[in-house]
């Protein structure tokens, strides 16, 4: 495929480049916000660290971290660093439980997210030939309104389908002939599995690439889609409370997401003691934003557990890449002492041929863990008999002991009786957090 580019000049810009702007914009930066946020001064303050002593990005080490609690207690206007007057957007997370966190935007931070999430739709070979079918939610969450900023910005027709509504849905991407898809990858495979029911197959429909985000999904999970939709799945990753979609994207290696460098410094760090880690372990990922106004953060600690790499991309892109999110420090399972990431039952459930249709559900009775994992069943496997269904769940639960080390009691369940979701999907129930 022919490479494009929405800002050649910085995405392909020599690493030594990217750096001394990263060096000039951190040092701004951290004067704009010892200026204008006190919270963060008195953060600076009580580690006794002075804009003065931050000269390049080697000197990041000595800021303190800002975590999610910290959001929390700020809320709502406590980290803000511009005047209300001069902000015109706010976004919020889709958090459940606690306090929202807040994220706000000046006219210059929503052009620059915009920007972001045009490069990622031109690496997915976006142009303003294409038609691009926003189906991530739009409202306070993030992926709708990034997604839609990039499209416009890109030149694609824009159709603000927003989550839900699938016959809607289905109707414009075929009337409409949508090339480029944008939601969560568990509802593009649930739009592909729809697509299916009405007897379209892949070459039936003319899209040619996903933009898939905001939540954790597989390799197999990709290939799922890719096949069912005939298309090409690049992964998209963000957050709130740095801007939203388009921290980093994929391009087409597929081989991680490339983080736009010029607005956000990536570490990775190892989530119990701190320490910054060498390129290639696995931690915590922690961004510091360069350029946003609002709301600019230094060194959020994101939760997300990934690994970093700066090898030559064939796409010839120079920004560093990160790994798909491998799990969460936080919301890791300890399942009888073992760690479980959801991620890896997803990768045995697809490898056996079942669909990403499951629900994971850990409990705690008699001070023992029960790990149980419901499965849907196709409605090919659903005509078995008894016999083949015991033999089945057997099968998976084998495999799942062979890949987690513990082994949880797998339940196959009829077609199309776990919930599917529009948006991110709700995968596990840990009742352990409830008792
Ligand atoms: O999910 C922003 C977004 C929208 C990203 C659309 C991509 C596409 P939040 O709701 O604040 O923002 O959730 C952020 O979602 O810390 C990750 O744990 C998870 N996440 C986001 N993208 C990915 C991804 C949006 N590609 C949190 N793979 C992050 C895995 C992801 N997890």
Redesign the pocket.
Known sequence: MEQRYYQPEIECASPETIKALQDERLVKQVKHVYENVPYYRDMMDKKGVKPEDIKSTADLHKLPFITKDDLREAYPYGLLAKPLSECVRIQS??GTTGRRVVAFYTQHDIDLWEDCCARAIVAAGGTNEDVCQVS?GYGL???GP?LNGGSHKVGCLTLPMSSGNTERQLQFMTDLNATILCCTPSYAAYLGESLREKGYGPDDIPLKAGIF?????TEEMRHDIEKTLGIKAY??????EIS??GVSFECSEQTGMHINEDHFIAEIINPETGEVLPEGEIGELVFTSLTKEAFPLLRYR?R?LCVLNRKKCSCGRTFIKMS??LG?SDDMLIIRGVNVFPSQIETVLLKEGYSPNYRIEVDRVNNTDTFDVYVELSQEMFSDTVKDITEREAKLAAAMRTMLGIGPKMHLVAPKTIARSEGKAVRVIDKRKLH
């Open positions: 997370t889709s991530y969450f993030t992926g990034g985000g905001a939540e954790p999904w992964d998209i990753y963000g957050l709130t939203g979609p994101t997300d798909k999110p969460r």
